[in-house]
């Protein structure tokens, strides 16, 4: 995968990476935790922190990074996206830069741009140089002062690279143009509006790559590719009787064929409303008519049923799953390469909280799977699992939101009923977050699937339960062993018939 932080050079990745260090840790971190972790001494970092609030004071007067007693803080203010900052590093970027020349004017030439980047051609050249490593998983180069490659992979690393490093308010004003409303309005004129809000603002910046590729650099088009890709649906019949009756849009060339080609990026960059039935039944029936998309959707689809069966899930969830794993493998089946932004620590890291420990193995065999199944070169295999494994994970997190069984747990504790409620409040913060639980006072009349006391007896009216008796309640040792044993304890109940409500 491109990291969208190796545009920088290195003295600025380190400020992002220190940025990205702070936001995880509001508490703040000494200057020689920082220096260890970023691999520097505490001189370069306080020099940072100096240009970070030089960048910083750009957007806000409130955002600050502060060093109290060797302490560094990041005094944020609640305007201020993560993408704002970024951006703020990214646009005065020698190799950002040559990339967004490329894009608003198709090709570069070496005493042209250089004087435009204020930079010498020896600069430039090794810059080029640096990029193309970059560009490789994108089976695109740039080569003789232009992009060489897929039509498909080029428009593909353009929507990639502004989406992730534009901010969203300078997407609305860039990429608004008279002609673009006009066919955003068609998607989204109706009572349901076909695209999400973020699909909305996918569909301007990949209108706007296609007006500006096509008036400079005449785009050859993949048709013998496009030819085999045929979408029968109601849906992208709408779509090409918009544009083929609308004579305002021939002057975009929007054929058949580059209709096709819009249709498959909606899809594979998750832009439809698939909240909407129609929209999904829609989907679904194109998805059937591409063998590569549908053996691929078939295959995995199954293979997370299967997985997923024993939890009982209801059939509007597995709905979901199938129509957000048909986008994912058109998305597998046509482009190559993604960009990530978060780097190592990011959201897809953050599923390491998997409801289930096996869950990881699960999404490596599944991702191992469709590489086999496309035959994918090692470099592709390599990018393609970094990219879904962390969508595959999201859908297994996602199932154990759907589970409409909750653990009853009833706590006893040998106090007076103002203190108990004290340490139920505790626990309430305590007990891991995956779990789906509800915690009470005991009463003996109810059941309940644990009982939490801090002392051992028998509860004759209990027909199913567990005990947990606390060594010390008014302390955090039992939290961990607590955790394990309820975790435990609510897999199993979720795995046993007696216990669980079949899917609705």
């Known amino acids: 995968m491109m990291k969208l932080f190796y545009l920088l050079d290195n003295p600025e990745q380190r400020q992002v990476a220190l940025i990205q260090l702070l936001s995880r840790n509001q508490q703040g ?29 750009e957007l806000s007067s409130t955002l600050k990074l502060t060093v109290t007693e060797s302490v560094v803080h990041f005094k944020r203010d609640t305007h201020t996206a ?28 070496s005493i042209t ?39 498909i992979q080029i428009r593909h690393f353009f929507l990639q690279l502004i989406w992730f490093s534009y901010p969203y ?48 650099v005449s785009p050859r088009l993949p048709t013998e590719r496009l ?3 045929t979408f029968q649906s109601h849906l992208f019949q709408q779509i090409h009787n918009f544009f083929d009756n609308q004579p305002t849009f021939s002057h975009m060339h929007f054929s058949t064929n580059e209709q096709k080609l819009l249709y498959l990026f909606l899809i594979s ?14 989907i679904m029936t194109d998805a059937k008519h591409c063998i590569p998309v549908w053996s691929l959707q078939q295959s995995i689809f199954n293979q997370i049923k299967i997985r997923l069966t024993p939890y009982k899930l209801t059939t509007d969830f597995f709905n979901q799953v199938e129509i957000t794993l048909i986008q994912i493998h058109y998305r597998a089946v046509f482009m190559r390469g993604w960009i990530a932004i978060f780097g190592d620590q990011g959201i897809y890291d953050r599923l390491i909280f998997l409801p289930e420990v096996k869950f990881f193995s699960h999404c490596r065999a599944l991702c191992q799977q469709v590489v086999d199944l496309l035959g994918l070169a090692d470099n592709d295999a390599t990018t393609l699992f970094s990219e879904i494994s962390g969508r595959y994970a999201a859908i297994f997190q996602l199932a154990f939101q759907h589970i409409n069984y909750q653990l009853r747990i009833g706590c006893n504790f040998g106090y007076e009923d103002t203190m108990a409620q004290i340490i139920i409040n505790r626990l309430q913060q305590k007990i891991d977050a995956r779990l789906n639980f509800k915690i009470m006072t005991y009463q003996k009349d109810q059941q309940y699937d644990i009982i939490i006391s801090n002392f051992h007896q028998t509860y004759s009216m209990q027909t199913n339960y567990q005990e947990f008796v606390m060594l010390s309640p008014e302390y955090d040792t039992d939290f961990p062993e607590l955790n394990r044993f309820l975790e435990q304890a609510y897999f199993n109940k979720l795995k046993s018939p007696s216990h669980y409500p079949m899917p609705r």
Request: charged share 25%; with cysteine; glycine share 4%.
């Open 29 to 57: 971190i000494s200057l020689q935790t920082i220096a260890e972790k970023l691999d520097a001494n505490r001189t370069t970092i306080k020099e940072d922190i100096g240009r970070i609030n030089v960048k910083f004071s």
């Open 82 to 109: 993560a993408n704002e900052l970024y951006y703020a590093y990214l646009k005065d970027s020698t190799k950002y830069r040559i990339l967004m020349y490329l894009f608003d004017h198709g090709k570069i030439d």
């Open 113 to 151: 741009t250089s004087t435009y980047l204020n930079i010498s051609l020896s600069t430039l050249e090794r810059r080029i140089r640096e990029l193309n490593r970059l560009l490789i998983d994108f089976h695109i180069t740039l080569k003789s002062g232009k992009l060489v490659g897929s039509e």
């Open 169 to 216: 308010k300078l997407t609305e004003t860039q990429f608004n143009t008279p002609k673009i409303e006009e066919i955003v309005h068609f998607f989204n004129q109706r009572q349901q509006p076909l695209l999400t809000t973020i699909g909305t603002k996918k569909l301007m910046i990949y209108l706007q790559t296609v007006e500006t590729r096509r008036h400079l």
């Open 227 to 229: 030819k085999k890709l």
């Open 269 to 282: 960059n998750f832009c439809f409303d698939t909240s909407h039935s129609q929209v999904r039944h829609n």
